[in-house]
């Protein structure tokens, strides 16, 4: 079983590596088996091409946790997103993921964004 700490610990890593532009060094947090649903692919290779896609299209983007929970092997995360203009003075952009971990890394994750502008949500930006 996952506990609250060691989930948030899993995903203050993951993001660190993000904000740094550490990419490389979040490949140990995921399994080999590793899934991402909103991507639709296996693989900690696929997210690292998105991670790749979003800072080439807004180099000052940052993630940052507001809220973590914890239940069994999932691990629920709002995160806010800096260093993107919002439409018409909107919110600041915002990220909500759910992962399923095993052993100590994430195996798989969902989510959604809220917030973009058009056409920049993370989803978007990797399939354009």
């Given at each position: 079983m996952t506990t609250r700490d060691d989930a948030t610990a899993l995903v203050l890593r993951?993001?660190?590596?993000?904000?740094?532009?550490?990419?490389d060094q979040a490949a140990g947090l995921f399994t080999p088996g590793f899934f991402s649903h909103p991507l639709g692919a296996p693989g900690f290779e696929a997210g690292k091409?998105?991670?790749?896609?979003?800072?080439a299209r807004y180099p000052g983007i940052r993630v940052v946790a507001q809220d973590i929970v914890a239940d069994g092997d999932k691990a629920a995360v709002r995160s806010t997103v800096?260093?993107?203009?919002?439409?018409?003075?909107d919110a600041r952009p915002m990220l909500?993921?759910?992962?399923?971990?095993?052993?100590?890394?994430?195996?798989e994750m969902w989510g959604v964004?809220?917030?973009?502008?058009?056409?920049a949500a993370p989803e978007d930006v990797v399939a354009g």
């Open positions: 993951m993001q660190e590596c993000f904000n740094s532009r550490r990419f091409r998105a991670w790749h896609a979003l800072v800096e260093g993107i203009t919002a439409p018409d003075g909500f993921e759910i992962f399923r971990i095993d052993d100590g890394r994430f195996a964004s809220a917030g973009f502008p058009p056409e």
